[in-house]
């Protein structure tokens, strides 16, 4: 293949908030030590969290950062083609580019504009990825007739993710039964019958083998005004992973996906009802406390996601991350110079009420 025909593989990883996405792909980073990855991460939030969360590893990885909303069709896109432009021109530099969407969007304004006149010579979509909190999933937190706005509205982005999906990723799966595995895998095809394999993540792991180079739209792309979202897929209508326990995780309806790109932009309109803000505090935390404290909060109010960086007694530092009121922290990186800082995201979650309930449980102060 002559540079000049070659197409720079992309893969996009969605995924609804706090599924994993982060992690599988620093994770990921870590086992791509034979090819030079370009990276492009978008978050909700109005701060990147993620980015430092995955510069550990920076050796062969260039990491780009469209911080500040959701990918979307113009708008905030055009940080996206901005992004996309500035490595189309030098694309001859590294293998292959990965997208990690925000986990409030649904990956087809990301495809469509990689099938753009601009672009679409120079990028091929190598395959979509959706990952699933799967114990979520079994505890019923993505279902469309839940009780409260909030969880009808993740259910209705979740499913959007999967919808457009070639490959859904089982993570945080190692607490689970075979039977659960199984139940969450006829829900996943159940909800996405055009998913067309299933890939589990054990130990938040995926394997480069089987994500990267999966070639599942390039090679049946057509030209014009096709998008991508309806190519059809490639030869590879095979289980990504042998697990003799889970029967098939092939799909043999190799259908196209086909929707109008009015529905894409639909779909991608943005529910107002999530937000996102950020609060910071000058004080040494009691890091336990805090976890106890944001755990409350996000018990209490609609928070679906917090994640940010503080630093504890000792002159310690420490990753946040809470996903509903699943609370965790891991060491950070020191830096004395940086303010605690906490990134919230929730339907219709009310700041205000939010930093006094923080002051109410903690002596230091947070704004
Ligand atoms: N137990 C367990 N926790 C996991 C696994 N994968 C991710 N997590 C945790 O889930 C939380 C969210 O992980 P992230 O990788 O930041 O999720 P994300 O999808 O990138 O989050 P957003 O970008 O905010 O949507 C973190 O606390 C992770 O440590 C897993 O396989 N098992």
């Known amino acids: 293949m002559t540079p000049s025909t070659f197409k720079t593989p992309v893969t996009i990883v969605s995924g609804f908030l706090g599924s994993g996405k982060t992690t599988l792909l620093a994770q990921l980073l ?5 090819r030079t990855l370009a990276l492009i991460v978008n978050e909700f939030g109005e701060v990147s969290i993620d980015g430092p969360l995955l510069g550990e590893r ?15 069709y113009g708008g905030e896109g055009d940080a996206f083609r901005r992004t996309l432009r500035a490595l189309q021109g030098r694309r001859h530099t590294f293998d292959h580019v990965l997208i990690e969407t925000s986990g409030l969007a ?6 469509v504009t990689l099938d753009e006149e601009e672009f679409a010579g120079d990028f091929t979509l190598d395959a ?6 799967t114990p979520l999933l079994l505890a019923g937190a993505f279902r469309a007739d839940a009780g409260d706005e909030a969880a009808r509205s993740a259910a209705q982005v979740f499913d959007a993710q999967l919808e457009f999906a070639d490959v859904a990723v089982l993570n945080k799966i190692d607490a689970l039964s075979d039977a659960e595995l199984l139940q969450a895998e006829a829900d996943v095809r ?3 019958p055009r998913v067309r394999f299933l890939e589990l ?5 995926l394997d480069p083998q089987l994500t990267l180079g999966l070639n599942l739209h390039g090679s049946r792309r057509r030209a014009g005004h096709q998008s991508p979202i309806s190519g059809l897929p490639g030869e590879l209508a095979q289980p990504l992973h042998d697990h003799s326990g889970l029967d098939g995780h092939s799909h043999g309806d190799l259908d196209a996906h086909v929707h109008s790109l009015s529905t894409h932009q639909h779909f ?4 107002p009802g999530w937000q996102s803000f950020r609060l910071t ?3 040494v935390q009691n890091v336990p406390e805090l976890l106890r404290t944001v755990q409350n909060v996000a018990r209490v109010f609609p928070v679906l996601r917090v994640k940010g960086f503080v630093h504890g007694e000792g002159g310690t530092r420490h990753a946040l991350q809470a996903v509903r009121s699943r609370v965790e922290t891991h060491p950070a990186p020191a830096k004395p110079e940086a303010a605690n800082e906490l990134i919230f995201i929730g339907y219709h979650v009310s700041r205000k009420k939010v930093i006094e309930a923080l002051q109410k449980a903690l002596p230091q102060r947070w704004a």
């Open 30 to 34: 870590g086992q791509t030590h034979d």
């Open 58 to 72: 920076q050796d062969g990885v260039e990491l780009h950062d469209v911080h500040g909303g959701l990918l979307a």
């Open 106 to 111: 649904v990956p087809t304004a990301v495809m």
């Open 128 to 133: 979509t990825l959706v990952v699933v909190d």
């Open 190 to 192: 159940h909800r996405a």
């Open 201 to 205: 993540a054990y130990g938040a792991k």
């Open 268 to 271: 991608h309109e943005h529910d």
């Open 281 to 283: 505090s000058d004080e």
